[in-house]
Structures are given as C-alpha cells and as structure tokens.
C-alpha cells in the first residue's frame, strides 16, 4: 500500500518548484517591443499626435537619433523623458521637476 503523504509531498514539491518559477518571472521586466522605432513609436509612448512630435524634435525637447534623414527613438529614453517632466509634491505645493 502506497503512503499517501509521500505523494502530497511531491505535489507541494511541483507546487513549491511552480511558484518560484512564476516569481521569477515576475521580477525580470517585461519586454514591451522593439527598442529603438520611428515616429509612431514616439507617439505610441508619448501619446502625441505626429504634428506634436516633430515640433518637439525641431526645438530638441525629446530625445532622438538622427541618421540619413530618418527619425529614430529609443523607447527607453523616451520614458526617461517622461519621469523627468512628473511632478512633484514639495511643501504642500506641485513644483515640475527642473522648474
């Protein structure tokens, strides 16, 4: 006859081994696409009309590569850009950060 507490203690094992796996995948960060793209990538993440891009790329206010003529944003430098312009609670009072 088969111990019955050796097989729930090979569940809790599979279970124990399930979890861990699914922690670790929690803690890695989620890809969310390319890296670098191209102007729809910039109002993807910026959630900007065209127009309004070009405009912050002809006063240099988002950051953006230039090569032969073509556009290119990197995903990470534009959320960078995003954190930069949060707020900030400071004595009772919203201050921009930089200003």
Not at 7 to 33: C, F, M, S, V, Y
Not at 42 to 61: D, F, G, M, Q, T
Not at 64 to 85: A, D, N, P, Q, W
Request: charged share 25%; hydrophobic share 35%.
């Amino acid at each position: 006859m088969n111990n019955p507490f050796i097989t729930i203690e090979d569940w809790l094992k599979r279970i124990e081994a399930n979890q861990q796996r699914i922690l670790q995948r929690l803690d890695q960060p989620q890809h969310q696409g390319p890296e670098l793209g191209n102007i729809e990538l910039a109002c993807e993440i910026l959630r900007l009309s065209k127009p309004r891009v070009y405009a912050l790329v002809s006063s240099r206010s988002i950051p953006v590569m230039k090569r032969g003529g073509r556009l290119t944003f990197s995903r990470s430098e534009l959320i960078e850009y995003l954190k930069g312009g949060s707020r900030v609670v400071a004595a009772g009072k919203e201050v921009r950060n930089g200003r």
